[in-house]
């Protein structure tokens, strides 16, 4: 049996370069779950198709629902406060309800009455899936973990 330092040289360096590019071709670690009142950030899964929201990123905080959302062209910052039972904000001038099913925020719908109807759940692995039901059309829409840099950085694009 022939060890490594048995080859040659060409046979050592194409070895090396193997071993380099397997080492270089790790995917980067997921984000750490984020704490209490910290951002959850969130990126376009892979597997979705092209178009409408590209990164979200939402906290819960002191009792309401803060999401920012990027999309082609533009992006939307929506605060929910709680009134009563349930939460309200407005979008562009329209009044949005939600219901916050679970504190930490990994489950919480969202009403635009009469347009709009969507349930947002963070899963074990953090994978966030948005359920829509708009004019009889069901759609959903996945979102892995991010960086909060990364969505920070596209948010700022639409001051």
């Known amino acids: 049996m022939r060890t ?13 370069i193997a071993f380099l590019v397997g080492c270089g071709s790790k995917e980067a670690p997921a984000p750490p779950p984020p704490g209490p009142g910290d951002w959850h950030c969130f990126s376009r899964h892979p597997g ?4 409408g929201v590209t990164h979200v990123r939402q906290r819960v905080i002191e009792g309401r629902i803060e999401s920012d959302a990027v999309f082609a062209g533009g992006a939307s910052r929506l605060v929910l406060r ?4 349930h939460l309200e904000g407005t979008v562009k001038g329209t009044a ?7 504190a930490d925020g990994s489950h919480w719908m ?18 966030l899936t948005v359920t829509s039901m708009e004019a009889g ?8 973990p991010a960086s909060c840099d990364v ?7 639409y001051p």
Not at 112 to 124: C, H, Q, S, V, Y
Not at 137 to 144: E, L, S
């Open 96 to 102: 949005v309800t939600a219901r916050l099913l679970v």
């Open 48 to 51: 979705e198709p092209a178009g």
């Open 137 to 144: 059309t069901k759609t959903i829409a996945r979102f892995v």
């Open 82 to 85: 709680p009134k009563g039972d």
């Open 110 to 127: 969202l009403s635009i009455p009469g347009r709009l109807d969507e349930d947002n759940t963070i899963d074990a692995d953090g994978i």
């Open 151 to 157: 969505v920070v950085a596209e948010l700022a694009k």
């Open 4 to 16: 490594f330092v048995c080859y040659d040289g060409h046979v050592q360096r194409l070895a090396l």
